[in-house]
């Protein structure tokens, strides 16, 4: 094998390891990079923030890319019940947010009140780019524990 084949054959192995490591559209990974950072005391406007990278807890941790709404200042995640992130914080856990480069070190509560209204929310901060999913989200009546509801809160 030839020096330069070799080279091309060690970017192409580092390329893969990266691709399944870190987090790309719907497929977690592992690192989610950013400057630690403290936690604010108040979060600031999220309104135009679609994504967020949260990393949750496991022997291999896992990284997501989900939506974040904020209501009331807090900021809250929604996601199917049967996606690994949401069963791995069930009943809440230590997590890792990455916000606009900073990462934070936050706890997943679970939220049972008032999931009419941060539901909504959420429906309407994501309507007018995301349409067809949005249509797609169960009414709160229908969905019965098809979802879990988290706050992302200080440590």
């Not at 790309?24 to 604010?40: D, M, N, R, Y």
């Not at 797609?136 to 988290?150: H, R, S, T």
Request: hydrophobic share 50%; charged share 15%.
């Amino acid at each position: 094998m030839t020096q330069r084949s070799g080279l091309i054959a060690l970017l192409a192995a580092i390329l893969a390891i990266l691709v399944f490591v870190t987090p790309i559209g719907p497929l977690p990974g592992f690192f989610i990079g950013g400057q630690p950072t403290s936690v604010p005391q108040t979060w600031p406007n999220t309104a135009k923030v679609d994504e967020i990278l949260l990393k949750v807890p496991g022997i291999l941790p896992r990284v997501v890319v989900i939506w974040v709404v904020q209501v009331d200042g807090a900021l809250y995640v929604v996601g199917n019940s049967a996606s690994g992130w949401v069963e791995r914080l069930g009943d809440g856990a230590a997590v890792e947010m990455r916000l606009s480069g900073n990462t934070y070190a936050l706890n997943a509560t679970p939220v049972t009140q008032d999931l009419e209204r941060l539901l909504n929310a959420y429906k309407d901060k994501y309507r007018p780019n995301y349409p067809d999913i949005v249509a797609g989200f169960p009414a709160l009546a229908e969905a019965g524990d098809q979802f879990g509801v988290f706050r992302l809160v200080a440590r």
